[in-house]
């Protein structure tokens, strides 16, 4: 059983269900659950101050709320729902954090690859500045859009969903699809692709940066990917070991691990910039490390931002 290593039996069967989520055509993906659940949890659980506010994650959930919530609020010491809630709050504070800059200097398109139940469009002060192209599977952004419609949720003018199956459509079609939905390939923007690399193939990924290569210079990208097993650390390789069990179970497998240095070597073979590599621990002050509660930083991502250089 995938849980056997756990040191607390009791919590065996529970721990499995928050990362093995049983999925139909009418539900996003674990993936996007997953994510929402420990930025809706870190407010519950965790103590201020917070790494991110995430006011509407909760909401998102739908009915599911109350049951992946449960396990965050009686196990949230446990590694695994520790280390979901310091990835989800670390990677999203840091790339609202650059859009923040970007926007300061006149970018008004934010693009999230692989969106899922992000909600930055409809809580955040800055996203009446930007357009926010969301771009997911069609399965998720349904679930998402009725969630929106069952809450009361207002959906700005300012927010074009962008359903894409890259199973079945090539990468090179998300620039069409992003222009249909309003997108000025002619004008800078932020990428956001965070949570996705690790469930694609090399191959896959190459295909998605080739085409934001082609965005307008000074766009940006902050794009997540995953260590390989000799350069993470024992939390990192702990975590890593649980999940990849779980998320190969669920047809949701990971497949590629990437170096900084093979990340690197990635973007440039694709007319990407590279500007810097974010740990963990480097998303927030140090001093917001001297934590009481369960979140550490450990190794297992790193966040690449690059850019589209002058032609």
Not at 70 to 81: A, D, E
Not at 259 to 269: C, G, Y
Not at 285 to 302: G, N
Request: glycine letters at 6%.
């Amino acid at each position: 059983m995938l849980f056997r290593k756990i040191c607390f039996p009791d919590i065996i069967t529970k721990s499995r269900d928050i990362v093995v989520i049983v999925m139909n055509d009418e539900r996003p993906s674990q993936t996007a659950l997953m994510s929402a659940a420990a930025r809706a949890a870190h407010l519950l659980v965790d103590d201020t101050p917070s790494i991110f506010a995430d006011t509407l994650a909760q909401v998102f959930l739908g009915e599911r709320a109350g049951e992946l919530l449960g396990y965050h609020r009686s196990y949230g010491s446990y590694p695994v729902l520790s280390g979901a809630r310091t990835t989800a709050t670390t990677r999203s504070r840091y790339t609202e954090d650059r859009l923040s800059v970007l926007a300061g200097r006149g970018v008004d398109q934010y693009v999230i690859l692989g969106a899922g139940l992000d909600s930055f469009a409809y809580r955040s002060e800055l996203a009446d500045r930007v357009r926010v192209f969301e771009v997911d599977e069609p399965a998720t952004q349904r679930w998402k859009r009725a969630v929106l419609a069952e809450s009361g949720t207002e959906v700005p003018s300012s927010v074009s969903f962008v359903p894409i199956d890259f199973e079945e459509e090539s990468a090179g079609t998300l620039a069409d699809h992003l222009v249909r939905a309003g997108f000025d390939p002619a004008r800078p923007a932020l990428v956001s692709w965070l949570g996705v690399t690790m469930y694609l193939t090399s191959e896959s990924i190459g295909q998605t940066l080739a085409v934001i290569s082609g965005f307008a210079p000074g766009t940006e990208l902050v794009v997540e990917h995953l260590l390989p097993a000799g350069l993470r650390d024992e939390a990192g390789q702990w975590y890593a070991e649980l999940v990849t069990a779980a998320a190969a179970e669920q047809s949701e497998p990971w497949r590629t691990f990437l170096s900084i240095e093979e990340m690197n070597a990635l973007l440039l073979e694709h007319r990407l910039q590279p500007i810097e590599y974010v740990r963990q621990r480097e998303t927030i002050d140090p001093a917001e490390w001297e934590r009481t509660d369960a979140l550490r930083p450990f190794e297992l991502s790193i966040l690449a931002r690059a850019g589209v250089p002058p032609r």
